[in-house]
């Protein structure tokens, strides 16, 4: 099994910068996909970024050129830099774990930014 810790989210105004994590344990495989989805209110959960041993990053088009993906040189953690935020950024951002075995969410930190 696969456990994620998120942290990171918090209250932020408007063009300002935050940096989440997410940090897995348990028995892993080389070759997986972790990444970022967000739910807003009134709104479906929807993709943010992913990274791949085999692909690298993708990046929905609502956050290209702002967020950035990366992970740890182990890719047991990864991070999403989050720069000039918007409002409507404003979400629950969960974190994932995927392989062939299993898929795995974290429980979800709640990123809030005002204008």
């Known amino acids: 099994q696969v456990h994620l810790v998120e942290s990171g989210g918090g209250l932020v105004q408007a063009g300002g910068s935050l940096r989440l994590s997410c940090a897995s344990s348990?028995?892993?495989?080389?070759?997986?996909?972790m990444g970022w989805y967000r739910q807003a209110p009134g709104k479906q959960r929807e993709l943010v970024a992913t990274i791949s041993s085999g692909v690298g990053a993708n990046y929905s088009d609502s956050v290209k050129g702002r967020f950035t993906i990366s992970r740890d040189k182990l890719r047991t953690t990864v991070y999403l830099q989050m720069n000039s935020l918007k409002p409507e950024d404003t979400a629950v951002y969960y974190c994932l774990y995927q392989d062939r075995r299993i898929q795995t969410w974290g429980q979800g930190t709640q990123v809030t930014v005002s204008s």
């Open positions: 348990g028995r892993s495989v080389s070759i997986n996909v």
